[in-house]
């Protein structure tokens, strides 16, 4: 630990004084006058709005940019691009990778000179203690196991709008929010007009297991099933115990009991267990979706697990395959 401490102040003293912010924030709190923003690691006193943001999970990044702010600095910049797919685009030249998302550099983020760290409780726990000795930082918790009443998709606005405090943009929050609900109802009356068998769907994403290919249903109460039931489709799926991650997980055997619902399906193309494992597989071909042609591919590049931007993505990706 005392070495992880001179390492620090090293990065520190190396770091020039007067590195560009990165925007200039509007709305919400004010300048000079201290407030507290709530994670799972408690409350989080900050003098003012935070400039300087380090986010070490890529969902927090995307809030910050549906927020109209670049981060200092965030995890994993190169396997962001590769599975979040939004219209605000990460400026690569401005915003500094601070290593892996599991574990992150503690030097870099501290040449960084943050005023906030922003990190994920399943991954940044056990290193909550050297991050807040590098600057204020808040943990959320995406999957909240201790709260079954509270969806997924509610998680993802309160830690949206609460990030936003953090930032000084919470009149920016409840607009992006706001039109987020507007694009909800243009998508179900899409669905509304849509000449569909039906509207019962499962929703999942598949790769390749140990054994077998394996096949994540999402729950009811993932954020991905909240979105879809806001566009008028149905999740059929029944999970036979509480999901913490809002998902369960299936052999293609597991698939009969929902052969009669639209079979929503993102998979990675360098892993398509359809194209590949399923090929010809007696019970994947003979499950009433495969055989009446009611399957709808959203593409490999569909995030389930973001923030409102990923929402509106699913929501136009499951609205341009079901609609024809």
């Known amino acids: 630990m005392k070495r992880l401490f001179l390492l620090i102040a090293g990065a520190l003293a190396l770091t020039?004084?007067?590195?560009?912010?990165?925007?200039?924030?509007t709305g919400g709190e004010q300048e000079g006058e201290p407030f507290t923003i709530e994670g799972?690691?408690?409350?989080?006193?900050?003098?003012?709005?935070a400039q300087k943001v380090v986010?070490?999970?890529?969902?927090?990044?995307?809030?910050?940019?549906?927020?109209?702010?670049?981060?200092?600095?965030?995890?994993?910049?190169?396997?962001?691009?590769?599975y979040v797919n939004i219209d605000a685009e990460l400026d690569e030249d401005a915003v500094t990778d601070v290593g892996g998302r599991q574990e992150p550099n503690l030097e870099a983020i501290a040449a960084l000179e943050p005023d906030l760290i922003i990190g994920v409780s399943f991954r940044h726990d056990a290193i909550l203690d050297e991050l807040e000795s590098i600057a204020p930082t808040v943990i959320f918790n995406p999957y909240p196991e201790e709260d079954e009443s509270m969806d997924l998709y509610e998680e993802m606005e309160m830690t949206f709008e609460e990030m936003a405090k953090a930032v000084g943009k919470e009149n920016e929050a409840e607009q992006v929010l706001?039109?987020?609900?507007?694009?909800?109802?243009?998508?179900?009356?899409?669905?509304?007009?849509?000449?569909?068998?039906?509207r019962d769907v499962i929703l999942t994403l598949a790769y390749s297991g140990a054994q077998a290919p394996e096949i994540r249903v999402?729950?009811?109460?993932?954020?991905?099933?909240?979105?879809?039931?806001?566009i008028g489709l149905n999740n059929v799926h029944e999970p036979d115990q509480f999901e913490e991650f809002g998902s369960s997980t299936y052999n293609?055997?597991?698939?009969?009991?929902?052969?009669?619902a639209n079979y929503l399906y993102t998979v990675p193309?360098?892993?398509?267990?359809?194209?590949?494992?399923?090929?010809?597989?007696a019970v994947w071909e003979n499950l009433n979706f495969v055989k009446e042609d009611?399957?709808?591919?959203?593409?490999?590049?569909?995030?389930?697990?973001?923030?409102?931007?990923?929402?509106?993505?699913?929501?136009?990706?499951?609205?341009?395959?079901?609609?024809?």
């Open 252 to 260: 293609v055997e597991g698939l009969v009991q929902y052969e009669d």
């Open 294 to 324: 009611r399957l709808y591919d959203l593409g490999e590049d569909t995030w389930l697990y973001g923030g409102p931007l990923s929402a509106e993505t699913l929501l136009e990706q499951v609205t341009d395959v079901m609609v024809k």
């Open 55 to 82: 986010v070490l999970e890529w969902t927090y990044a995307e809030n910050l940019l549906a927020l109209g702010i670049q981060p200092a600095g965030m995890a994993d910049i190169e396997e962001y691009h590769n």
């Open 16 to 25: 020039a004084c007067s590195g560009e912010e990165n925007t200039t924030n």
């Open 218 to 230: 999402f729950t009811p109460h993932s954020m991905a099933s909240i979105i879809l039931e806001r």
């Open 178 to 198: 706001t039109d987020l609900d507007g694009k909800y109802e243009e998508a179900k009356s899409k669905i509304d007009e849509a000449d569909l068998e039906t």
């Open 269 to 281: 193309d360098d892993d398509n267990i359809y194209e590949n494992q399923l090929e010809g597989n």
């Open 40 to 49: 799972t690691n408690g409350e989080v006193t900050l003098d003012e709005p």
